[in-house]
């Protein structure tokens, strides 16, 4: 009885269905996806290296909280404005007369803010940001996971009398002047290195490192000057931004980082963090935000010709 | 008046009803004729049933040869559901060896999608691929990912289905933070590609194809195959009438 059931399922002779069905799989694979295929081929032949899978190991938390507590960095939300003021987030740039609106491929870019840098360095402990000039951000929503998809210009000269008007830009988000709110920002696991797919943590201990600092939660619309990044995809963002700098690829979720790259990378400061912003029209991918970085070498001498701008989304 | 026996058979009594003179309505006075005669085609039906019942094979060989039923409540439709899903292959199997190529091949795929849907969900089951308890804010839900072994530690994880703004927003957490709504995705430049223009190193935003393939998970991909499948085969059945590549049992002869 048992054959029987099996030469009617799995049957002993040609199976005409299954063999239609393999030959259109594989002419699909292989003619429209044939890098999809490749790396199939590889992954069910086992071809490919696969990460031994690794114990869970309890970790010191009270290490894990002091570590945070030394690695915090003071942080400057930007909230609405209740004072006039230069600082401000959309709207068009009151830039220089001699500096010139930055284009991309002949289409001027989206303005996307403002900083006074002396405004800044009057509430916060971000020493490594000049103290004088003005910052202003553009964005190019056609550069997205390159380098310069937020570019900046640094200027110590005066504002110009008049506000200069978009021409032919991408977008133009409506304004918000903006004040700073000095805060303490908390490195993520990330920044710690901690993986929680290998080290045993709760939910309570994930609280009580959040609770070291006071910015707002994660989730919560956040621009910022300075502090650590509010992550909304794990990444090893210090050595995205020195693969960007080195016009290297992406480095892949599962690349082993050289210790020369590693060290080089760890130079990276967050100088902005930008959030989509329903009440400012702003959304990046989906609600995504855009991070600007640069060496704290090249803040100190007002180089900002040499950031690299993240961006990631949900 | 003799005794009326449920279910016995009044062998002196008329074959035959009057039912069809009283236009299907109800008897006004007892007729325990007619009575006995509806006894007795209830009786038959019941020997009838009982002899496909035997007819059937026994043991493995019951379950390939199941007997045609129809589903009268949520248990029955479901084993149903469940048998017909099973059963596809082996049907689009001998649709193609009747000659019947391209029916067999819509149907084979559309078994092969059911198959991948149910074992998706199976799949999820038993891996425990939804969030119960705790936050579900994405920073959290993030984390769990990592930890169920969704996702690995660098990997971009993209919503797929229900964004997370937009009209997503209005959709609570629980729901959209979950796997059935996530792709792990294999790069972070494929993450960009889904959403924006972007040309580094030379390529391109994905094309509407392109952002399906790498920007819903498998089982969304299966169901649609699943229901692209079902309807190809109810148009087909509509225009050409419904083909059976295993005919119904033939009804028991009475003697």
């Known amino acids: 009885m048992i054959d029987d ?34 790396r199939s081929l590889r992954r069910w032949f086992r071809d490919e290296p696969q990460p031994e899978p690794m114990a869970k190991s309890a970790v010191d938390m009270r290490a894990v909280l002091m570590r945070a507590k030394r690695l915090a960095r003071p942080t400057l939300l930007l909230i609405p404005a209740t004072e006039p003021g230069f600082s401000k987030l959309g709207g068009d740039p009151d830039l220089p007369p001699d500096v010139t609106w930055p284009q991309n491929v002949g289409r001027a870019r989206t303005f996307l803010c403002q900083i006074d840098l002396a405004a800044v ?24 996971g390159m380098a310069d998809v937020v570019s900046l210009i640094y200027s110590v000269a005066a504002p110009g009398d008049q506000v200069r008007k978009t021409n032919g830009a991408q977008q133009r988000f409506p ?11 908390v490195p993520s696991l990330d920044w710690l290195g901690l993986d929680v797919s290998t080290v045993d943590l709760d939910e309570e201990a994930f609280l009580s490192l959040e609770a070291i600092g006071n910015a707002p939660s994660p989730d919560d619309v956040q621009h910022r000057i300075g502090g650590y990044p509010n992550e909304i995809q794990p990444e090893r963002m ?20 050289s210790p020369e790259l590693e060290r080089a990378a760890k130079t990276w400061r967050l100088l902005l963090q930008i959030d989509s912003d329903p009440g400012l029209k702003m959304n990046f991918g989906d609600g995504g935000r855009l991070y600007v970085f640069i060496r704290e070498r090249h803040a100190r001498r007002g180089d900002f010709n040499k950031t690299v701008a993240l961006w990631q989304t949900y | 008046m003799r005794p009326r026996v449920p279910g016995a058979v009044n062998r002196r009594c008329r074959l035959g009803s009057d039912t069809f003179e009283r236009g299907g309505q109800p008897r006004s006075v007892l007729d325990s004729d007619a009575e006995a005669y509806e006894a007795m085609v209830r009786l038959h039906r019941e020997t009838l049933a009982r002899r496909a019942v035997e007819a059937q094979p026994k043991g493995l060989g019951a379950i390939a040869e199941p007997i045609p039923h129809v589903p009268d409540g949520p248990v029955d439709a479901i084993a149903a559901g469940l048998a017909h899903i099973f059963n596809g292959p082996r049907e689009a199997r001998k649709e193609v060896e009747q000659g019947y190529v391209i029916r067999g091949l819509v149907d084979g795929a559309t078994a092969a999608a059911d198959l991948e849907v149910g074992g998706s ?7 425990g691929y ?36 937009g009209w997503g927003k209005a959709v609570p957490d629980f729901i959209k933070n979950q796997p059935w709504n996530l792709k792990a995705m294999e790069s972070s430049l494929d993450h960009v590609r889904i959403h924006s223009n972007s040309r580094q190193f030379g390529l391109p935003q994905f094309n509407s194809l392109g952002q399906y393939w790498h920007g819903t998970p498998t089982w969304w991909k299966a169901a649609n195959a699943s229901a692209a ?12 009438g419904r ?10 002869q009475t003697k």
């Open chain 1, 5 to 38: 059931a099996l030469s009617k399922w799995a049957g002993v002779r040609f199976d005409d269905l299954l063999a239609y069905g393999f030959v259109g799989l594989a002419l699909l694979l292989g003619l429209g996806f044939p890098r999809q295929l490749r």
């Open chain 1, 121 to 144: 360095a009057a509430q916060s402990c971000i020493v490594w940001l000049p103290s004088e000039g003005r910052l202003y951000a553009f964005y190019d929503s056609d550069r997205h």
């Open chain 1, 175 to 185: 304004e918000r002047r903006v004040a700073f709110a000095p805060l303490t920002s």
């Open chain 1, 238 to 257: 210090w050595l995205s931004c020195e693969h960007l700098a080195r016009g290297l690829p992406n480095p892949s979720w599962s690349e082993e980082v």
């Open chain 2, 121 to 127: 969900a199976a799949n999820g089951v038993r891996k």
């Open chain 2, 130 to 165: 939804f969030k119960l308890g705790g936050s579900h804010a994405w920073r959290d839900a993030r984390k769990w990912l990592g930890k169920i072994g969704f996702a690995e530690k660098f990997q971009h994880v993209h919503h797929a289905l229900v964004p997370n703004r």
């Open chain 2, 229 to 240: 499948g079902h309807s190809v085969q109810a148009v087909v059945d509509g225009l050409f």
């Open chain 2, 243 to 252: 083909y059976e590549a295993t005919p119904p049992d033939p009804q028991p």
